[in-house]
Nanobody, 115 residues
């Protein structure tokens, strides 16, 4: 099974930016829609950005205009550029298949937005 490893999280001040990366061990982006999820303390995991095999992109309303999902087929890597970060964006961020058939979850990467 393809494994996913997230990285790029950290502590950032409100209004700051981070770029998350998700390295896949195989060429999954050409066969599955992929997405970025986040899980804040005490809350359910939520899909915040997704990109289909054909390149169609969608975002949850709370991140529209601030987050950008992209992928690099050659590197088998999914990205999430996060700008204008807010304290409510604080969560563990994961990448996985967007929809049915999710892979085993990785460890995620912690994003903390705080002054």
């Amino acid at each position: 099974q393809v494994q996913l490893v997230e990285s790029g999280g950290g502590l950032v001040q409100p209004g700051g930016s981070l770029r998350l990366s998700c390295a896949a061990s195989g060429s999954i982006f050409s066969i599955k829609a992929m997405g970025w999820y986040r899980q804040a303390p005490g809350k359910q995991r939520q899909l915040v950005a997704a990109i289909t095999v054909g390149g169609s992109i969608s975002y949850v309303d709370s991140v529209k205009g601030r987050f950008t999902i992209s992928r690099d087929f050659a590197k088998n890597t999914l990205y999430l550029q996060m700008n204008s970060l807010k304290p409510e964006d604080t969560a563990v961020y994961y990448c996985n298949v967007a929809g049915p058939g999710t892979l085993d979850w990785g460890q995620g990467t912690q994003v903390t937005v705080s002054s």
